[in-house]
């Protein structure tokens, strides 16, 4: 019975990580969100175009230095999320849409790779490809 409950418990707590895309016309980016019921700690977060490989999403962009971005992170390893809660990794909100083209043009070639632990230091993995944003070429 004690390890029924136990894995019960572990279900209950379980983090699910969802890599979220939003494509509006003045409005891009890429959040992580944890829709599970349990805390999600990053353990690993890669982002790679096939050229740049980093733990950074802006630094594989790699936009021109003059771009002011909405907002975005780029230190994640060790952060929890809590459930129901997100971290947006980039985000460029802009009237000039060449701007957002330049973005969705990028982030089309880009792959995610995150791994993440419950409270119980059971890991798991996602994988996204930003693909989504290629909708528009």
Same mark, same amino acid.
């Given at each position: ?18 890599? $979220?895309?939003? *494509?509006?016309?003045? *409005? #891009? ?23 740049? !490989?980093?733990?950074?999403?802006? /630094? #594989? #962009?790699?936009?021109? $230095? *003059? ?16 459930? @129901?809660?997100?971290? #947006? ?5 802009? !009237? ?8 969705? /043009? !990028?982030?089309? @070639? ?7 632990? *419950?409270?119980?230091?059971? &890991? ?6 930003? &693909?989504?944003? !290629?909708? $528009?070429?």
């Amino acid at each position: 019975a004690l390890c029924t409950t136990d894995r019960l418990s572990r279900q209950r707590s379980r983090p699910i990580a969802e890599i $979220h895309t939003c *494509d509006y016309e003045d *409005d #891009v980016s890429v959040s992580l969100r944890n829709v599970g019921t349990g805390p999600l700690t990053i353990k690993s977060f890669v982002c790679t175009n096939g050229q740049i !490989k980093s733990e950074s999403l802006v /630094k #594989v #962009v790699n936009l021109s $230095h *003059d771009v002011a971005y909405t907002t975005f992170e780029e230190e994640l390893l060790g952060r929890t999320i809590p459930p @129901n809660e997100s971290i #947006v990794l980039i985000r460029l909100n802009s !009237k000039e849409i060449t701007r957002i083209q330049q973005l969705r /043009k !990028k982030l089309g @070639n880009i792959s995610i790779q995150l791994e993440y632990e *419950d409270i119980y230091e059971e &890991t798991f993995a996602v994988t996204k490809n930003l &693909t989504y944003f !290629k909708r $528009h070429e």
